[in-house]
């Protein structure tokens, strides 16, 4: 199978947007652990002061540095998407880095992506896994350093997506 496409800048960049979960799942890990143990120290100290002691409002003190500790780590989660995705768009625009078009060819034995600037060969053993998020699918390589290639729905029509996602899932596993 082979699909040259034409590149679209807004969606290239809303794409990216779809993968930047993976690439910060550190950052977005660590703020989902902290949302527990707020919840936890929360729930612990209202308990044991209905229950009459006292300790009660150390938990809810632990609860609300745990709560502050959310907002800060959420704070730079959000900062390190808009960074990446700024840095993003002036690379692109400024070392005219914007391709013509890419094309994705789905042979047996590797997936083939070629485009103006450059042709990547990878064996279908060397991704990761694969993702089906927001009519995307997502080919992962090394997704925590940004190496995750998108092909969208929108980009190959519902009929060609049903089947590269049909024959990916025969080649990562």
Known sequence: MRYK??????????????????????????RKEIIIWSIVFLVLGISILIGGNNIGALFLVFSAIAGSNLFWNND??????????TRLKEYLEEENKIPEYGVFELKED??????????TETKWEDFQEYKIVKSSLLLMR????????VIGESEIGELD???VTTFVKRKIK
């Open 161 to 163: 997506f049903q089947k």
């Open 5 to 30: 496409i034409p590149f679209d800048l807004e969606l290239y960049y809303k794409q990216t947007e779809i993968t930047l979960p993976f690439v910060f799942s550190k950052a977005y890990a660590k």
């Open 142 to 149: 090394n997704s925590e350093q940004g190496d995750i290639m």
């Open 76 to 85: 730079k989660y959000i900062e390190l998407k808009n960074d990446y995705m």
């Open 110 to 119: 590797c997936l083939i992506f070629i485009d103006n600037f450059s042709t």
